[in-house]
């Protein structure tokens, strides 16, 4: 881990002031920060040095949203994509559509995303099938809506076996510590899923993701500066807890809060300070 320090940061940076970064410093950053893959902090308030970029076409995959510059990851997440993508190829199912991963850097985004900080979350998407370039560019709107919203329902006429199969693809794999779907896809494979359902421990309910799900993979066994979340409860999560989220909301006795954002943490705040920030800018 020296060598992270040694090649990219300058040690003397230790001694800049705690200044926390605007999220525009994150989207400034537009090539990969050079060193050792090194995700820091949390999902949700990190960043990564030597993150890679996934490659826009592969086996059973594409890379779409290009236009936005989040097609950058950990290498344990460039791998586990396209393992996923073999996997997808090999079952004979549609091109996998692969959204949103982390901005070459990570770090806070200006709109879109609490986490996906570290480059070990990414989004993937339930249209399937391949797209043209020009929609890969920029495919906004181009999303496939599995749920229907009102009724807090999987929509029974477009979600079919690849959704369901797609999803315990992603699952099965070991370095996955969690996948965010919308309550109702939660509801669905809760209800249909024969035989092993040990994969549906990790499958979390979460709101929206009801045109994409969000794969989250543990921490590398040497990633000395991130931070796990704590692991998911044992059973496969189809009981009370999945069912609290179509009961209406109870108003909260805890007066709300407003929100905190906290400090980066201190190896982030020196990536956006680094004398060597030029190779990496815009
Ligand atoms: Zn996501």
Same mark, same amino acid.
Request: charged share 20%.
């Given at each position: 881990?020296?060598?992270?320090?040694?090649?990219?940061?300058?040690?003397?940076?230790?001694?800049?002031?705690?200044?926390?970064?605007?999220?525009?410093?994150?989207?400034?950053?537009?090539?990969?920060?050079?060193?050792?893959?090194?995700?820091?902090?949390?999902?949700?308030? /990190?960043?990564?040095?030597?993150?890679? &970029? @996934?490659?826009?076409? *592969?086996? %059973?995959?594409? $890379?779409?949203?290009?236009?936005?510059?989040?097609?950058?990851?950990?290498?344990?997440?460039?791998?586990?994509?396209?393992?996923?993508?073999?996997?997808?190829?090999?079952?004979?199912?549609?091109?996998?559509?692969?959204?949103?991963?982390?901005?070459?850097?990570?770090?806070?985004?200006?709109?879109?995303?609490?986490?996906?900080?570290?480059?070990?979350?990414?989004?993937?998407?339930?249209?399937? /099938?391949?797209?043209?370039?020009?929609? &890969? @560019?920029?495919?906004? *709107?181009? %999303?496939?809506? $599995?749920?229907?919203?009102?009724?807090?329902?999987?929509?029974?006429?477009?979600?079919?076996?690849?959704?369901?199969?797609?999803?315990?693809?992603?699952?099965?794999?070991?370095?996955?510590?969690?996948?965010?779907?919308?309550?109702?896809?939660?509801?669905?494979?809760?209800?249909?899923?024969?035989?092993?359902?040990?994969?549906?421990?990790?499958?979390?309910?979460?709101?929206?993701?009801?045109?994409?799900?969000?794969?989250?993979?543990?921490?590398?066994?040497?990633?000395?500066?991130?931070?796990?979340?704590?692991?998911?409860?044992?059973?496969?999560?189809?009981?009370?807890?999945?069912?609290?989220?179509?009961?209406?909301?109870?108003?909260?006795?805890?007066?709300?809060?407003?929100?905190?954002?906290?400090?980066?943490?201190?190896?982030?705040?020196?990536?956006?300070?680094?004398?060597?920030?030029?190779?990496?800018?815009?």
């Amino acid at each position: 881990m020296k060598g992270i320090l040694k090649t990219t940061l300058f040690l003397t940076a230790l001694l800049t002031s705690n200044v926390m970064a605007a999220p525009q410093d994150w989207q400034k950053i537009k090539r990969p920060v050079t060193g050792e893959p090194t995700p820091i902090g949390s999902y949700t308030n /990190g960043c990564i040095i030597g993150a890679q &970029a @996934l490659p826009y076409k *592969g086996d %059973g995959y594409q $890379v779409i949203r290009m236009n936005k510059n989040r097609y950058y990851g950990h290498p344990d997440m460039i791998k586990y994509l396209q393992r996923l993508g073999k996997k997808v190829k090999d079952a004979g199912m549609p091109t996998m559509l692969i959204g949103d991963i982390a901005m070459p850097g990570g770090g806070r985004f200006l709109t879109g995303h609490a986490s996906h900080q570290m480059g070990l979350d990414a989004d993937i998407w339930l249209r399937m /099938g391949m797209m043209s370039d020009q929609d &890969a @560019l920029n495919s906004d *709107g181009k %999303g496939l809506l $599995v749920v229907n919203r009102k009724a807090q329902r999987v929509d029974d006429s477009i979600w079919n076996g690849n959704h369901a199969e797609l999803i315990r693809l992603a699952a099965q794999d070991t370095q996955v510590s969690r996948i965010f779907v919308n309550p109702a896809i939660k509801l669905k494979l809760c209800q249909t899923v024969k035989g092993d359902r040990s994969w549906l421990q990790k499958i979390r309910p979460w709101f929206g993701h009801d045109s994409h799900f969000h794969v989250r993979l543990t921490c590398p066994a040497d990633a000395a500066y991130c931070e796990n979340q704590t692991p998911v409860a044992a059973g496969d999560g189809c009981g009370a807890e999945l069912y609290s989220w179509f009961e209406p909301k109870k108003p909260s006795a805890e007066p709300i809060k407003p929100k905190v954002t906290p400090p980066e943490p201190f190896l982030c705040q020196q990536v956006l300070t680094s004398p060597n920030r030029s190779e990496w800018l815009e």
